[in-house]
């Protein structure tokens, strides 16, 4: 029988007074793959991505878009009036639009770029061996113009894509359904009157590159807080710091800007991420790769028959814009 003296009996000891918090939970970030003018993919896979993720967690992401928002698909318009509704559909999200080769192209083109006609003119001096093939545009301004600029408003004399077994769209960057979408003929002047002002501002706005101190991911070892640093075709082996304030800084004397444009020689981790860990998140290769913290994320490559995908952190869960989601 228990004593009913109170100095004698068993209590529960009182309840600490100041608990230590919780630590939040990670932060969701969000990596959007190439949309290439897909609005009607685009506006699929945001619903599934509202749709799969908490809705606290969804209002309050990072949602970084990888690059390569024009060209092969037909609404670049829509695709960009959209990405200029999120900040007021949305006011708890981040949104960071990396300038893939594509939009960088579009942005030199309609003059969103920063840089000097003399400058852009000694670049065409590096690929002049493919002007006429490429058919680079001679038109209205092309004199103060990047060469991106000019490659991507140009008409190519080849009709066939060897390499992706497809008819070019107008240009090397296919870039005919952009002027499309803006109500002008592909290789048109009148296209630089046809972008609203708005759409240049978001053009000229577009990032390289974008880091992050803290992002977590999910390993096989547990969950890992990395730094991020997303760009929209990778970085190359050597030199890193020099290759990320060049790319904050805008640096658009190069000719071609490997960081965005570049292939092979950007698709591997540099060495001197490895640690401490670093995630880096690209697009543009037109595959979906995910090696430990090297994550490439462009399934659709800009292609109708192809999904346009996302990985969402920590989980490294893929979601498309094809996924059947169950309804309640």
């Given at each position: 029988?228990?004593?009913?003296n109170?100095?004698t009996?068993?209590?529960?000891?009182?309840?600490d007074?100041?608990p230590?918090a919780a630590?939040?939970?990670?932060?969701?970030v969000?990596c959007?793959?190439?949309v290439?003018?897909?609005f009607t993919?685009?506006r699929?896979?945001?619903?599934?991505?509202?749709?799969?993720?908490?809705?606290?967690a969804?209002?309050?992401a990072l949602?970084?878009?990888?690059?390569?928002?024009c060209d092969?698909g037909?609404?670049?318009?829509r695709?960009?009036?959209?990405?200029l509704?999120?900040p007021?559909?949305?006011?708890?999200?981040t949104?960071?639009?990396?300038a893939?080769?594509?939009?960088?192209?579009?942005?030199?083109?309609?003059?969103a770029?920063?840089?000097?006609?003399a400058?852009?003119?000694?670049g065409?001096?590096?690929?002049?061996?493919?002007e006429e093939?490429?058919?680079?545009?001679?038109?209205?301004?092309?004199?103060?113009?990047h060469?991106?600029?000019?490659r991507?408003?140009?008409?190519?004399?080849?009709?066939?894509n060897e390499?992706?077994?497809t008819?070019?769209?107008?240009?090397i960057f296919?870039a005919a359904?952009?002027?499309?979408?803006y109500g002008?003929?592909h290789?048109?002047a009148?296209?630089?009157k046809?972008?609203p002002?708005e759409?240049?501002?978001?053009l000229?706005?577009?990032?390289l590159?974008?880091?992050?101190?803290d992002?977590?991911?999910?390993t096989?070892?547990?969950?890992?807080?990395c730094r991020l640093?997303?760009?929209?075709?990778?970085?190359?082996?050597?030199d890193?710091?020099?290759?990320?304030?060049?790319l904050?800084?805008?640096?658009?004397w190069m000719?071609?800007i490997?960081a965005i444009?570049?292939r092979?020689?950007?698709?591997?981790i540099?060495?001197?991420?490895?640690?401490p860990?670093?995630?880096v998140v690209?697009?543009h290769?037109g595959?979906?790769?995910?090696?430990?913290?090297?994550l490439?994320?462009?399934?659709?490559?800009?292609?109708p028959?192809?999904p346009?995908?996302a990985?969402?952190?920590?989980s490294?869960?893929?979601?498309?814009?094809?996924?059947i989601?169950?309804?309640?």
């Open positions: 029988m228990a004593s009913g109170p100095e009996a068993t209590s529960a000891p009182d309840p007074p100041n230590a630590p939040p939970p990670p932060r969701t969000v959007v793959g190439d290439h003018g897909h993919k685009l699929a896979l945001w619903a599934n991505l509202e749709s799969s993720i908490p809705p606290h969804f209002r309050a949602v970084i878009f990888l690059g390569d928002y092969r037909p609404d670049t318009r695709v960009i009036d959209f990405f509704s999120l007021s559909a949305y006011p708890g999200q949104h960071v639009f990396l893939g080769n594509h939009d960088f192209a579009f942005a030199a083109f309609v003059g770029v920063p840089g000097d006609a400058s852009f003119r000694e065409w001096k590096v690929y002049e061996s493919y093939s490429e058919g680079w545009y001679r038109g209205e301004g092309f004199e103060n113009m060469l991106q600029g000019r991507w408003a140009g008409k190519i004399k080849a009709r066939f390499a992706k077994g008819e070019y769209k107008g240009s296919d359904p952009t002027f499309e979408s002008v003929a290789g048109s009148d296209l630089i046809a972008v002002e759409h240049k501002k978001f000229a706005n577009m990032v590159v974008h880091e992050e101190d992002v977590c991911i999910t096989p070892e547990g969950t890992k807080h640093i997303a760009v929209h075709a990778g970085l190359e082996g050597k890193v710091g020099e290759q990320l304030r060049s904050k800084a805008k640096d658009t000719a071609k490997e444009a570049g092979k020689n950007v698709w591997d540099p060495e001197e991420l490895i640690e860990p670093t995630i690209s697009g290769h595959k979906l790769h995910i090696q430990g913290l090297r490439i994320i462009d399934e659709g490559g800009g292609y028959d192809k346009v995908a990985v969402v952190l920590p490294l869960k893929i979601i498309r814009d094809t996924d989601l169950p309804t309640e």
